[in-house]
């Protein structure tokens, strides 16, 4: 961690940092070119093992494709340093400063977080984030995406995609070249995705860490929630949030129920 004390780069004050977070379009969100030393990402990019190492986790779904290294215990020295770093007091300290989320609390058990390779053909189709902590039951509330890509051209694909709040009109594209960082708000209708890798001999790389809040009575837990199929956009969400968190068979139950009314 004293490696990384006091070198953060930020283009313009905190202040205007939040300005830029809550006004942001299609939702609170930064794009921070620099904001972490290159010799430490560096680093921490020599330090990935290739995908043929039993380490790696990978998911090859239909909606999804990519490869994930999430337990921070696996790292090597640079990696478990940075892990550490984005996970510290004085990190969080700095997120609450630019998003006006207080007590922020970090993922040292990197549920879905730590390093994400997408390869040739990987994406991730147009989504709204898992809004609970897997292993500690705590509400997501920030995503933080730092990339690793060096020389990234806009032609190899990857990109992140920013949509409205139907999930029906990209409305940002977001260039995942190296030392660029992404922060944004996970919420119920912030949909977003990336595009297929189209080169056989480059590799997405990235680095993701989520940060939490203690959930309030009203919250309600539930997995990604995709944006509706051409056929199926005039679904309301509360129906696809439901898709998504209740079992299949007392969906079914529900709906045969309201059908007899």
């Not at 921070?32 to 921490?44: A, H, K, Q, R, T």
């Not at 189209?198 to 939490?212: K, N, T």
């Amino acid at each position: 961690m004293t490696m990384m004390a006091g070198k953060i780069k930020l283009p313009v004050s905190t202040a205007e940092l939040q300005q830029q977070y809550k006004n942001a379009k299609p939702f609170p969100h930064l794009v921070i070119d620099n904001m972490f030393p290159d010799e430490v990402l560096d680093g921490v990019l020599n330090e990935i093992p290739p995908l043929t190492d039993d380490k790696w986790v990978h998911e090859r779904r239909e909606r999804l494709a990519k490869s994930n290294l999430r337990s921070a215990v696996e790292f090597e020295e640079k990696g478990y340093q940075f892990s550490a770093f984005v996970n510290s007091a004085k990190f969080l300290y700095l997120l609450t400063e630019l998003t006006d989320i207080w007590s922020l609390l970090p993922d040292p058990y990197m549920g879905g977080a730590g390093f994400h390779v997408v390869p040739k053909g990987g994406k991730f189709d147009v989504h709204a984030d898992r809004n609970i902590d897997q292993n500690t039951g705590l509400r997501r509330r920030l995503a933080m995406l730092t990339y690793l890509n060096k020389n990234w051209k806009p032609e190899y694909g990857g990109q992140l995609e920013l949509w409205d709040t139907t999930g029906s009109r990209c409305e940002r594209v977001v260039e995942p070249i190296f030392n660029r960082t992404v922060i944004f708000e996970v919420a119920d209708q912030n949909f977003h995705g990336v595009r297929p890798v189209l080169v056989e001999d480059r590799a997405r790389m990235s680095f993701a860490a989520y940060f939490h809040t203690v959930p309030d009575e009203k919250f309600i837990p539930h997995a990604s929630v995709y944006a509706p199929t051409f056929y199926d956009r005039r679904d309301p969400l509360r129906k696809r949030i439901a898709n998504e968190v209740i079992p299949p068979v007392v969906y079914r139950v529900v709906r045969w129920a309201k059908g007899k009314k």
